[in-house]
């Protein structure tokens, strides 16, 4: 069975301290092509911050971006989940939840983020897998 360790294990670990700006935030987020963005204090979790949050509670709203803190904006206490969970269990939550993303934590430190993207092309992926065995 695949575990988020799986997934992420050569991925570069994105994150942004919880004292940037929303506009450094959306700049950096644009720059990795990527959806969301942990937020870290001091090395530990304390947040998630995503496009839809920077576009209903700054852009939405008229806030400034470049004066507004990603603290302000961000989805704080994010549910998170082990590295060795599975695909499965993700889904679940996230269905269950509504989330698009999730932090993965080894204890307390970050390994990486799963969009709900990732976890369907890999599940997808699996099951294409599984097709040509039982074909062949």
Same mark, same amino acid.
């Given at each position: 069975?695949?575990? =988020?360790?799986?997934?992420?294990k050569?991925r570069k670990?994105?994150? /942004?301290?919880?004292?940037r700006?929303?506009?450094?935030a *959306?700049r950096f +987020?644009?720059e990795?092509?990527?959806?969301?963005l942990?937020?870290?204090? !001091?090395?530990? =979790?304390v @947040? /998630? $911050?995503? #496009?839809?949050?920077?576009m !209903?509670?700054?852009?939405? $709203?008229?806030?400034?971006?470049?004066?507004t803190?990603?603290? #302000? $904006?961000?989805? &704080?206490?994010p549910?998170?989940?082990a *590295?060795e969970?599975?695909?499965? #269990?993700c889904?679940? /939550?996230m269905?269950?939840?509504?989330? %698009?993303?999730l932090? /993965? $934590?080894? @204890?307390? #430190? =970050?390994?990486?983020?799963?969009?709900?993207?990732? =976890?369907? +092309? %890999?599940? &997808?992926?699996? +099951?294409?897998?599984?097709?040509?065995?039982? *074909?062949?």
């Amino acid at each position: 069975m695949t575990t =988020l360790r799986d997934i992420v294990k050569d991925r570069k670990i994105y994150s /942004i301290d919880a004292g940037r700006t929303v506009l450094e935030a *959306a700049r950096f +987020m644009m720059e990795h092509n990527i959806g969301a963005l942990p937020v870290l204090r !001091n090395g530990e =979790l304390v @947040g /998630i $911050v995503s #496009e839809r949050d920077i576009m !209903n509670r700054v852009v939405a $709203v008229g806030r400034m971006p470049g004066t507004t803190g990603v603290a #302000e $904006v961000m989805t &704080a206490n994010p549910r998170a989940v082990a *590295a060795e969970e599975s695909i499965e #269990e993700c889904l679940f /939550i996230m269905r269950e939840f509504g989330f %698009r993303h999730l932090p /993965i $934590v080894d @204890g307390k #430190e =970050l390994k990486g983020v799963v969009s709900l993207r990732d =976890l369907l +092309m %890999r599940q &997808a992926a699996e +099951m294409e897998r599984e097709a040509r065995r039982a *074909a062949s």
